[in-house]
């Protein structure tokens, strides 16, 4: 059973903001009500991610909670790739559009974020704006001010933290391969058994930056700009890699999976024996809807996962942003960031402090049931960091070069 409490929503609580940057709590206590008054009315276009049924339905709920509360109305934008709504920020830049733009919000990070960075397509600075961004504790979680290694600036909301973990049914596999030699040698012995998502499919490159992370000579270069490495030596460990596990994989790398959908329905089919996902519940919403065995549990690498931070950002000429700050900060309430971990409904890990909670909540959340494939906290491993992300980009195109898009 999975533990659930509603608490009050803290949009209002402006005593949270004590001490943000140089203005008074009573100055930003003002700002904040008269930012709730102008989004009174306005609709927020969030332009999201909507491959996956119960982020939906989360994104879905928190528009149901803004409405009935402030009276800002909520409607998904769903994308294939947030490079959609990049581009059409970017469109409207180059034909002056200065205001009235049509995105109001875009769930982002790496090189999207990166990219619309450096083109000036961002609102802002805003975060510090925020009530709720206090519970993050950002003095103690320099992470949540880095995106892929890019200062956040203030011009995005960390929502969402998420871990690369490896699953397989313990009953079948109790002793899983859990570095890139013991992944390759076991595909090799058993082959067919094991593939990965097509790149540039979010978690297909995400496989292919942990295994370059575990091979490459010098890890260091991975967290510079691209410019300033040799690609084609830092990358070779990796192609070398995959030239061995090819051949070994599912169809013999005639065809791959999409998502990590896919990969679970390969595994509930039979026709593989190690998935992975970039989420602790993948594997546990799988259990508990029948499509997977009881017995799959997770597991992460010797050598630790990659993890990163998703946010949300505001472009230069939303023509909300004042509702657009409203759904973000209720994003950051616990009350939304405890359903948003809760694997009944999506299972993506929090990125506010316990410590900056009521006991009350804090409690609720270390008493969550996280599901029965999900690790314990304290057995996720090291987290790698994400490269740099300029690196996405390269490596997506350098496979599709060498691999023909599958």
Do not use: C
Request: net charge negative; glycine share 8%.
């Amino acid at each position: 059973m999975h533990f659930r409490r509603s608490f009050a929503p803290l949009v209002l609580v402006f005593g949270l903001l004590t001490g943000v940057s140089t203005v008074s709590a009573k100055d930003a206590s003002m700002e904040w009500k008269q930012v709730l008054s102008a989004a009174q009315g306005q609709t927020v276009y969030w332009n999201a991610w909507g491959g996956d049924s119960r982020i939906n339905a989360y994104i879905g709920w928190t528009g149901k909670q803004v409405k009935e509360r402030f009276g800002v109305s909520v409607v998904h934008v769903k994308l294939t790739d947030t490079a959609e709504a990049v581009a059409r920020v970017l469109a409207e830049k180059s034909a002056g559009r200065a205001e009235g733009g049509a995105i109001d919000l875009i769930w982002i990070n790496g090189e999207n974020f990166a990219a619309m960075k450096r083109n000036g397509l961002l609102f802002g600075p805003w975060l510090d704006r925020l009530p709720n961004h206090a519970l993050t504790d950002p003095a103690n979680n320099p992470d949540l001010g880095l995106d892929f290694g890019v200062p956040v600036d203030g011009l995005e909301m960390p929502w969402a933290r998420a871990r690369l973990v490896f699953y397989r049914d313990s009953a079948v596999l109790p002793e899983p391969p859990a570095t890139s030699d013991a992944l390759l040698a076991w595909a090799q012995e058993n082959r067919g058994r094991f593939t990965y998502p097509l790149p540039p499919s979010f978690l297909g490159t995400t496989f292919l930056k942990q295994i370059l992370i575990e091979r490459v000579a010098d890890e260091s270069a991975l967290y510079k700009p691209i410019s300033e490495s040799d690609f084609a030596a830092v990358s070779q460990p990796l192609w070398d890699y995959l030239d061995q596990l090819h051949p070994a994989l599912w169809r013999q790398a005639r065809s791959f999976p999409k998502n990590a959908g896919g990969m679970r329905r390969l595994m509930s089919d039979g026709e593989i024996d190690i998935s992975f996902a970039f989420s602790q519940s993948e594997a546990s919403a799988g259990i508990e809807s029948g499509e997977l065995p009881g017995t799959v549990r997770n597991y992460v690498f010797d050598s630790g996962t990659i993890g990163n931070v998703s946010f949300v950002a505001i472009p230069f000429n939303a023509a909300h942003s004042d509702a657009a700050m409203v759904l973000a900060n209720f994003l950051l309430s616990p009350e939304a960031q405890m359903r948003k971990q809760d694997p009944a409904y999506w299972g993506s890990a929090t990125v506010l402090s316990l410590g900056q909670l009521e006991n009350e909540q804090a409690d609720a959340f270390r008493s969550l049931d996280l599901g029965p494939a999900a690790l314990p906290a304290d057995q996720l491993g090291t987290m790698l960091a994400e490269p740099h992300p300029s690196w996405t980009e390269a490596l997506e195109a350098e496979w599709v070069r060498r691999y023909g898009g599958g």
